[in-house]
């Protein structure tokens, strides 16, 4: 499958963006997908996930409350909905798919099977 992200920009802190990560080549619906980000002289840290049908997601505790991810099968697109933004949240925001029809949470990097190339979140304080 191929990962295509976008909707990364600048923003204020407080603000919000909306990433998408549209797949191609492959059922959709048969993925587990993530976001993932990458601050600058960090590892890649996880973000949220979804399972295949939408019914589970997971997100890690600095961004509970703020972001939310959904998908769309039918458009096959994940999405980041990201408000209340953070300078902290700045980061390369990266998509990653898992063929996976189960519901654990896919946390870790080496879980998922395909990567898009990143978009840029930038959060001026």
């Known amino acids: 499958v191929q990962l295509q992200a976008s909707g990364g920009g600048l923003v204020q802190a407080g603000g919000s963006l909306r990433l998408s990560c549209a797949a191609s080549?492959?059922?959709?619906?048969?993925?587990?997908m993530g976001w993932f980000r990458q601050a600058p002289g960090k590892e890649r840290e996880f973000v949220a996930a979804i399972s295949w049908s939408g019914a589970r997601t997971y997100s890690t505790d600095s961004v509970m409350g703020r972001f939310t991810i959904s998908r769309d099968n039918a458009k096959s697109t994940v999405y980041l909905q990201m408000n209340s933004l953070k300078p902290e949240d700045t980061a390369v925001y990266y998509c990653?798919?898992?063929?996976?029809?189960?519901?654990?949470?896919?946390?870790?990097?080496?879980?998922?099977?395909?990567w898009g190339q990143g978009t840029q979140v930038t959060v001026s304080s």
């Open positions: 080549g492959h059922p959709f619906s048969s993925y587990f």
């Open positions: 990653a798919a898992k063929r996976s029809y189960g519901t654990s949470p896919y946390t870790g990097e080496r879980d998922y099977d395909f």
